[in-house]
């Protein structure tokens, strides 16, 4: 891709822990000529740009060996990047600059809410109430 849908092009700085990944994809696993001369950090064998549906067969056997019993998608990728860099307390804002995703709207169409984070937030409106109360006891006390 040239651009993304927005038509822009976006430039992502990865520490090196990634960088080192990604050089070693480019030493190992790219073992065709056309691969090697290419642009493109994952070409096709032709050296051009994969099939869209390139991961779904590879998604499918993963979910199948682990047993998850749902399909997954490239959008779950996005969606699990989302949810695992807010679970790390990464700022919206870059976790959208990483994503590609200029608005709050997609940002939250490609998140979700798991439980533990339901039951903590849950929790701190009770820890808040009880402190209320604690305090209304002991001024009440006085």
Known sequence: MKTTKQKRRYGIDLPQEAMAVLKWHVDTQL?????QESELLFPSITGG??????????????????GLGKRF????????F???????????????????????????LYSTVNADEQR?????VIDLMSARERRADAASAS
Do not use: Y
């Not at 740009?49 to 682990?66: C, G, H, K, N």
């Not at 949810?83 to 608005?103: C, N, W």
């Not at 903590?120 to 701190?124: E, H, L, T, V």
């Open 73 to 80: 998608t490239q959008r779950g990728m996005r969606r699990t």
């Open 120 to 124: 903590a937030g849950i929790a701190k």
């Open 31 to 35: 073992t065709t000529p056309e691969q």
């Open 82 to 108: 989302n949810d695992l860099a807010r679970a790390a307390r990464v700022e919206a804002f870059v976790t959208r600059s990483i994503s590609g995703h200029l608005t709050e709207r997609m940002h939250e």
């Open 49 to 66: 740009f994969r099939s869209p549906s390139v991961l779904t067969q590879p998604l499918d056997d993963v979910a199948e060996a682990i």
